[in-house]
């Protein structure tokens, strides 16, 4: 999803430097950290390169979207993968269950929003999901959805913000919420 997110950024008029670079992220005015894949192939890319340490030691606005929520997280049952730790909270799979497919695949609704991250969101706005894997509702979820269980669609905790859903594809729900991340401050 990473073209996927530049190419929303630029439709709100900003020029995203896609890398992996150390020095850039720390210089960065805000950190945006989609993701695809799976989370044990992600966090050894990510300590291959020393990233999951600097993501950590970030104080600039973070947004972790989809595996990037969860990578945030301090441990998977994906791979069972431990991940970077700024939530200490644990992603679970989601259960099989009869007329239960896995993964999630398509728009759910937002609720329990409680963040100026949903500025412009109403309670019930649709947003779209593709994922196998969740993170339990916790004192960091600052937004839910429901998919078998009630889970944090939203998260947010000092200077980091994550979403389990992909905004860069929830239309403009999805683009309000990239619009209120790129105006907000590490103390917001």
Same mark, same amino acid.
């Given at each position: ?13 900003? $020029? ?40 950590? =030691? ?19 049952? $994906? ?34 929003? =409680? ?23 916790? $004192?960091? %979820?600052?937004? %839910? ?16 913000? %994550? ?23 590490? %103390?917001?």
């Amino acid at each position: 999803n990473v073209f996927s997110v530049d190419c929303a950024l630029r439709r709100l008029g900003v $020029e995203p430097i896609v890398t992996d670079n150390v020095e850039q992220l720390r210089r960065a005015d805000k950190v945006v950290f989609p993701g695809v894949g799976e989370a044990s192939s992600a966090m050894a890319y990510l300590r291959s390169r020393h990233l999951d340490e600097l993501i950590r =030691s970030l104080t600039q606005p973070v947004i972790g979207i989809c595996i990037g929520q969860q990578l945030l997280c301090r441990n998977s049952e $994906e791979g069972n993968t431990e991940c970077i730790g700024v939530f200490d909270t644990s992603v679970k799979r989601f259960s099989e269950a009869p007329g239960v497919k896995v993964p999630e695949m398509g728009w759910n609704a937002l609720h329990d929003l =409680s963040s100026p991250l949903f500025k412009g969101v109403r309670e019930g706005d649709y947003v779209y999901f593709v994922h196998s894997y969740y993170v339990p509702v916790s $004192e960091f %979820t600052i937004a %839910t959805a429901d998919y078998t269980v009630p889970y944090a669609a939203a998260m947010h905790r000092d200077n980091f913000w %994550t979403v389990q859903f992909h905004p860069e594809k929830s239309g403009k729900v999805g683009e309000q919420i990239l619009r209120n991340f790129l105006e907000m401050e590490a %103390t917001d």
